[in-house]
């Protein structure tokens, strides 16, 4: 029995049109999933880089993904009597080593080339470069601080796990819709590889994304989210079109974690 992709509309995407069984849907969770997560997940026999662009609507998937496994380690850690913000510290520990710390080396490398170059070709240049500066590790610090001190403030830990989750899933969500509205920096390089999505994916994403949020969070909170999260990734990416002329794989992190960290400021402020 044939069941219909959430992109399957039609519309030419990827490699082109397609006609998706049910296990189409696990391939596109498998080839996301394997993309921006460390987790021992294969990419399906025959995939490539650009079926990746047919996939993003996955995207919010793998925020549930992630937000449950360090959910479980919030869990586990509130078994013991220690400081609230040693599970916190734990937990985004278990986030970054999910994810492999992927939105991590992408905010490092946009604050080190937005900060130090002065030409757009100076700033991509100093963006490829593996080693950090100093406005990487500042960038890093303040990042990982936020995301812990709001992570210790709500009441209790299954009010941490919703919030977080959410926060996951919107900030992957709002990725595909960057993706069309603006253009790749360069040719090359991971931003480019990995295509671009059409709007029904894009579409799909984010409403799966804001579906998802309204479950675990309250609707008035997950709107305004989604609000927030928009604006946000809106402005790094128009202000990596005037850094750089567009987005890279690097920016793409870096919208993911500045998301992240909106969408919980967000969240804390309605629980």
């Not at 900030?171 to 069309?180: D, H, N, Q, T």
């Not at 604006?231 to 870096?254: E, H, N, P, R, W």
């Not at 919208?255 to 402020?269: D, F």
């Amino acid at each position: 029995m044939m069941f219909p992709s959430p992109c399957n509309i039609p519309i030419n995407y990827g490699s082109g049109l397609r006609k998706i069984p049910l296990m189409n849907f696990l391939k596109d969770i498998r080839i996301v999933t394997g993309f921006m997560t460390r987790l021992p997940v294969t990419w399906p026999q025959n995939s490539t880089m650009a079926d990746l662009a047919g996939a993003m609507w996955a995207m919010p998937v793998v925020g549930v993904i992630v937000g449950m496994i360090t959910g479980l380690a919030l869990w586990l850690g509130g078994l013991f009597p220690w400081p609230v913000a040693v599970t916190v510290i734990i937990a985004v520990m278990v986030q970054i080593l999910v994810t492999g710390a992927l939105h991590e080396d992408g905010l490092a490398d946009v604050a080190d080339g937005f900060g130090g170059g002065v030409t757009a070709r100076q700033k991509r240049d100093i963006m490829a470069d593996s080693r950090i500066g100093s406005y990487g590790v500042l960038a890093l610090i303040i990042s990982v601080t936020l995301k812990i001190v709001l992570l210790g403030t709500p009441p209790t830990w299954a009010d941490t796990f919703f919030i977080w989750t959410a926060a996951m899933v919107l900030s992957r969500g709002v990725l595909p819709v960057v993706m069309i509205m603006f253009s790749a920096a360069k040719t090359d390089g991971l931003g480019a590889n990995a295509g671009k999505p059409s709007a029904t994916c894009a579409g799909t994403a984010l409403l799966l994304a804001f579906i998802i949020a309204g479950i675990l969070i309250p609707w008035l909170a997950a709107i305004t989210a989604v609000i927030m999260v928009f604006m946000t990734a809106f402005l790094l990416a128009s202000l990596a079109k005037f850094q750089i002329g567009g987005y890279t794989g690097d920016v793409l992190g870096t919208i993911v974690g500045a998301s992240e960290i909106v969408a919980l400021m967000t969240g804390v402020i309605w629980i």
